[in-house]
């Protein structure tokens, strides 16, 4: 440790930005209880630095307390100062849970889908990014050329990403395109774990002068990057209970349920996990991104799709199978992400809904009557008819307190007004530079 290390409490916030208030890593402990105070009405922080209007006025201070595992150290090295991350959640001042903050929202989801199914949820997010360097030259995608071309920034992110459990950094189909995916955490730790992964990959690469975007669209005609969320539950017991091999899908029977739940409140949740403007220059049919509120098994332009496991033997294929969400990109916050998808699922899971059908190719392949016939309905085609969708959803409205839910939806009003009049090419320079 050096005299200058700080820790900075990290807070992630609405629009998917880590605040930070950092104290000298030898004083952190003293932090432990109380953590460090930051205004409330940060929370109204847009992306671009602007505020909306909200409900906190110039005294109102919540406090970030660190949580417990939620960190990571990126190690000092030559001339670049050790980074030490430390999430926080936020206490409102009266020192209850703040109902502004998103992994209170998540940690609320997690625990209210354990109390009424006695599931726990285990998650692991994939980021995909981009490496914005126009000398570089990645040649073919996804070859050994494509990331020996970066090798050292490999090295040292599978390195520093090592405590997050990395289990691959892969070159992807984009032209400087790469992927980092996890093995997967209980409860909130998906969410932590995304949280964190995204800013050590930022803190590697500025350290080897890189530029790097988790944008969904970095550029009009280029591929989009997305930030699937792989999901699957255990019992009490520890058991998996989410495989079936008898059952359609080979999911069982409550499993059905909860993925019924997420294909209803399929709107909402896009509003919530493909959050800007440009989220919707990826969404869309043809580029694996997904295009339609499908559901299918292994479908990669289905929006939630079984992941079904290598190894069939039943006790492997119990374990390994799992959900992946497909509709979520590296603008949205992770806790929203995963905190709406639990509470669309337990939706399901207490109406006792049906499995969905099982949508196999490309949606927008099928007949407009058999689409209609299976139910598979369009994905909304920008932010405001996605934010439409929220509003119109009855109970997904009710999902996050009443402060965070309007705050959330005025910052994305703000987002996309601002964007209104910007073409493609604007819109996408300009989330490159934020993400
Ligand atoms: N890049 C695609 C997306 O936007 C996903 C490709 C893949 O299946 O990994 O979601
Ligand atoms: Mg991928």
New binding site residues.
Partial sequence: MSDGDLAMLGWCDLGSIVRTRPVPLDRLDSRRRFGMGYATAGVAITPFDGIVENPWGPMDEMRLVPVEGAEIAVAAREMHPAMHLHLSRALAADGTPGEFCPRNFCQAAVEALEAETGWTLWSAFEH?FTVIEPTLRFGPVYSVQALRSIAPFVHESVAALRPLAIECFEP??GHGQF?ASFAPAVGVGGADRAVLAREVLREVARRHALRITFSPKPAPEG????M?VHFSFRDRGGRAVLYDPRAPATVSADAASFIAGVIRHIGALTAISAPSPVSYL?LGPG???CGYGAFGVQN?EAALRVCPSADPSPQAAAAATNLEL?IPDGTCNPYLALGALVRAGLEGMRERLPLPPVVAGDPARLAEDERRRLGVEPLPASLEAALAALLEDRLAREWMPPTLHSTFVSIKRAEAAAQESATAAQMCAAYVRRY
Avoid at 223 to 226: C, F, K, Y
């Fill in positions: 995909e992807e189909f992927e591929v989009g990057s997305g699937h990826r580029h694996w991104s990669r497909r």
